[in-house]
């Protein structure tokens, strides 16, 4: 059974945000783990093709947390605008879905 396990991504500007925002989100037991990789990204922000460099930021989570877990991404982000999205996952180890559900929540 995966479809009770996601995988929610955003990106922020800095490592340092990153960790910040990880951290925090995992303290409040909303994703059992958060991973954070430096990414490049382009993309078309107020009329202009913006090339920045970013931190890519997967929280591994329960389905059913998404949107207390957004609400609390949105009240936290430093951008006016975050990426929020949710990923569905196909398939999961289950020992990893069963550690992964006891610590969300």
Do not use: N
């Amino acid at each position: 059974m995966a479809d009770d396990v996601c995988i929610v991504m955003t990106t922020v500007t800095t490592p340092e945000q990153a960790k910040a925002l990880a951290r925090a989100v995992v303290d409040a037991r909303l994703a059992a783990c958060a991973q954070t990789l430096p990414i490049s990204s382009c993309y078309r922000w107020e009329g202009k093709v913006v090339e920045d460099g970013e931190q890519m930021i997967l929280f591994k989570t329960r389905t059913d947390q998404f949107a207390v877990l957004e609400v609390l991404l949105l009240e936290l982000h430093p951008y006016d605008t975050p990426e929020i999205i949710r990923l569905p996952v196909d398939g999961v180890g289950e020992k990893y879905r069963a550690w992964l559900m006891g610590e969300v929540g």
